[in-house]
């Protein structure tokens, strides 16, 4: 499918604000691919579906993912709206006819991270925290840097302040989130 092809048919799934994002995650994960040497096809790709669920009403992501059979942990159930990134990666599959595995890995775990990630989930698991349209959050600057200078250094960092700001907002977490900080501390 073109680009311009998968843009009119995000335009009709996702609001105005989301679609900004989308495009700047897309040129953000392309110049992190240029740096890192990516694939930067394939990271615009991922960049610009990256989202493509999450207009969904939450009620429906859960009811979306049971239906096409996709595995819900207990804390997804939970909270829904993660649903997005597994349930993304779907439709980038089946109505974006994207076929390239790890494009679809790279939506698939955008939010969450995970242990051992490839280059290509680790910059659009940036791009995403990073894009410019974003609002600006602690130490935001810093983590801009690391994007294109150490990029398993800016994966834990924002990974760190997630988890920080969960703590503190008492939000729960994704188990997953957690063990992909594991894993890179430890790395
Ligand atoms: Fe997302
Ligand atoms: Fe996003």
New binding site residues.
Partial sequence: MTREKMISRLKTKINEKRMEHSLGVEYTAACMAMVHGADIEKARIAGLL??CA?GLPTKEKLEKARKHGLAVSKYEEKNPDML??KL?AFYARYKYDVTDEEILDAICY??TGRPNMSLLEKIIFVA?YIEPNRKTLKEMDIIRKEAFDDLDKCVIHILKNTIDYLETSMNEMDYMTQMTYNYYVNK
């Fill in positions: 990256h989202d999450k997005h990134a993304g955008h939010t995403d």
